[in-house]
C-alpha cells in the first residue's frame, strides 16, 4: 500500500465513480481501476460497493478513509514545506469558512494580511460546519471558521467568539427599531430559518424553534430557507422574521435594508471556532492569516498543536 495507491483511492471515493477519477487524475479509466483493484487484492477486502450507478464506501474503505486523508495531508505539508525553504515564497492559504461567516469582519482580516504580505494568495471557499471540518482534516483547506467546537481528535479548534443572534425584520415592518418584552410576543409572525436536518450539519439550524420551544410556543410559523442571502431578501421584502448572526447583517442594516426588533428575553449566541488539522505545516502566509483571525503576535512557520487549544466556553441558549 503506497502514496499512489492512497491517492487513487481517494479521489475515486471524492469523485464517486471511476470514471470522474480518471479525468481528475488525467489517467485511463483502464489504469484506475487496476491501481484500485490491486490495492483491494493486497488488503483482501473490496473498498467500494456499487450501490445503483454510484460507488460508496464498503465498511473496509470508510475504515481506511480518515488514514489515507492523514497520509495525503502529511505529503501535501511535506511539499509545501520543502517548496517554502527552497524558494522561500509565500505561496497560499487555503481557507474555508461557513458562508455566514464571510461577511465585513473577514473582509477586514483579510484587508490586514493584504497591507503586510500583498504577495500572498489567498484562496477561500464556503462550506457548511461539517464540510469546513472534512476539508480541513482531509487537507484541503489550511484554516476554517465554523460554528461550534468538533471534537474530532484531528483537528485543533479554537474558540474566537460568542456571534449574537439577532431578529432581523423588513425596514417597513410595524415592529422596526422597536422592543418586545418576549419572543413568544412575535409566534404569531413568520419565521424563515435554515432547514433542520442532519445533511446540513449547522447546529443552530434548529435555533428558531428552540427558543420558541423553551417559551412554551411549539408550533411557531416558520418556513425553511437553505440559502442566508435568500432569508435576507425575503425578510427585505416582508415575507417574514429571521433570526440570525448579528455579523451576517451588518451591511443591510447599515444600509436600512433590514431592520432590528429587540427583545427582551433573548440572549442566544453561537461560538465562532477556528480549526487546524493537529500537525499540519503551518507556513508564513497561514500564520500571517491565523494572526489576523485570531490576533497577537506573529509567529515563523511551525505545525499545529498537537492538543486543541482550551479557550473559554460562553454559555449559549440555543
Known amino acids: ?9 481517494l479521489t475515486v471515493h471524492r469523485q464517486g465513480g471511476v470514471s470522474a477519477a480518471a479525468q481528475a487524475l488525467s489517467r485511463t479509466q ?20 456499487r450501490i445503483g450507478r454510484a460507488l460508496v464506501l464498503s465498511e473496509a474503505g470508510a475504515a481506511l478513509l480518515p488514514h489515507a486523508e492523514r497520509v495525503a495531508a502529511a505529503l501535501g505539508d511535506a511539499s509545501t514545506a520543502l517548496a517554502g525553504v527552497r524558494t522561500g515564497a509565500l505561496g497560499s492559504v487555503r481557507l474555508v469558512v461557513v458562508g455566514t461567516l464571510a461577511g465585513t469582519a473577514l473582509t477586514q482580516a483579510l484587508r490586514r494580511v493584504h497591507a503586510r504580505l500583498p504577495g500572498l494568495d489567498v484562496r477561500l471557499e464556503t462550506a457548511t460546519s461539517a464540510e469546513v471540518s472534512a476539508k480541513v482534516r482531509a487537507g484541503e483547506a489550511s484554516i476554517g471558521l465554523r460554528y461550534f467546537e468538533d471534537r474530532s481528535p484531528d483537528l485543533d479548534c479554537r474558540v474566537l467568539q460568542q456571534e449574537r443572534l439577532v431578529v432581523v425584520c423588513a425596514a417597513t415592518h410595524a415592529l422596526a427599531g422597536k422592543r418586545v418584552p418576549s419572543l413568544a410576543r412575535l409566534a404569531g409572525e413568520r419565521w424563515l430559518a435554515f ?5 446540513r450539519g449547522e447546529a443552530f439550524a434548529a435555533t428558531v424553534l428552540a427558543q420558541f420551544l423553551t417559551r412554551g410556543v411549539d408550533q411557531p410559523d416558520w418556513v425553511a430557507i437553505d440559502s ?19 455579523g451576517a447583517v451588518q451591511e443591510e442594516l447599515a ?47 511551525h505545525r499545529a498543536a498537537g492538543r486543541p487549544r482550551q479557550a473559554a466556553r460562553l454559555p449559549s441558549r440555543r
Do not use: C, Y
Request: cysteine-free; aromatic content about 4%; overall charge negative.
Open 1 to 9: 500500500m503506497d502514496s499512489e495507491a492512497l491517492r487513487t483511492f
Open 30 to 49: 483502464s489504469a484506475i481501476s487496476r491501481r484500485l483493484a490491486l490495492l483491494e487484492q493486497e488488503l483482501g477486502l473490496r473498498l467500494f460497493e
Open 195 to 199: 432547514p433542520v436536518t442532519e445533511q
Open 228 to 246: 442566508l442571502t435568500a432569508q435576507k431578501r425575503l425578510v427585505e421584502a416582508g415575507f417574514g422574521l429571521a433570526l440570525l448572526q448579528a
Open 255 to 301: 444600509q436600512r435594508q433590514l431592520a432590528l426588533i429587540e427583545v427582551d428575553d433573548l440572549d442566544a449566541s453561537v461560538p465562532v471556532v477556528r480549526v487546524l488539522r493537529k500537525g499540519a505545516w503551518l507556513g508564513g502566509g497561514t500564520q500571517a492569516v491565523l494572526q489576523a483571525l485570531e490576533g497577537g503576535p506573529a509567529a515563523g512557520p
